[in-house]
């Protein structure tokens, strides 16, 4: 089993950046990717960056391209999500994801709020 514990969500002014962390924990040495989803008030559940965890390979999602940077650190088994440039239309509950070989996990979610 593999847990996820999020931090770093918050409310913030539009424009601003936050830094969100995920620390995995447990079965994590069969790692293939981390990432971030997020989920908007009565939306799907979308693709924000994943990150894969043998080379560093990233993927982004269009909206976030170019404001987003994720990250990991190997040693302390952690992926993080820079978010500069936020905009309202960021708002969402952001969730932490992990891919292994024949599974994933999900984090339970931190609150990401964007003022305008």
């Known amino acids: 089993q593999v847990q996820l514990v999020e931090s770093g969500g918050g409310l913030v002014r539009a424009g601003g950046s936050l830094r969100l962390s995920c620390a995995a924990s447990g079965r994590t040495f069969s790692s293939v990717a981390m990432g971030w989803f997020r989920q908007a008030p009565e939306k799907e559940r979308e693709f924000v960056a994943q990150i894969t965890w043998y080379d560093g390979s990233t993927y982004y999602a269009d909206s976030v391209k170019g404001r987003f940077t994720i990250s990991r650190d190997i040693a302390k088994d952690t992926v993080y999500l820079q978010m500069n440039s936020l905009k309202s239309e960021d708002t969402a509950v952001y969730y932490c994801?992990?891919?292994?070989?024949?599974?994933?996990?999900w984090g339970q979610g931190t609150q990401v709020t964007v003022s305008s």
């Open positions: 994801h992990l891919v292994a070989p024949a599974s994933d996990y």
